[in-house]
């Protein structure tokens, strides 16, 4: 992964990883959208096209490398 310091919000690449994923996966599940009962690991229990949709909204893009 490769993101890097967005100078318009004054956000490190850093607080972009680790804040927005944070952030979301927060609020999807105090929405209720992840609330499977067990123990799951995040690519299980995330509904992977809804959390990269919410990345894309902040300007974080998931891509493969060229």
């Known amino acids: ?3 890097f310091y967005d100078e318009k919000h ?3 690449g850093m607080e972009r990883s680790t804040g927005y994923s944070l952030s979301i996966t927060g609020q ?10 067990g123990v799951f ?3 299980e ?3 992977a096209e809804k ?4 990345l894309a909204k902040r ?5 493969p490398l060229q």
């Open 10 to 12: 004054d956000i490190s």
């Open 1 to 3: 992964m490769v993101d």
């Open 28 to 37: 999807m599940q105090a929405r209720g959208e992840i609330g499977k009962a």
């Open 59 to 63: 300007g974080v893009e998931i891509k």
């Open 41 to 43: 690991t995040p690519d």
């Open 51 to 54: 959390y990269v949709s919410e």
């Open 45 to 47: 229990a995330v509904p």
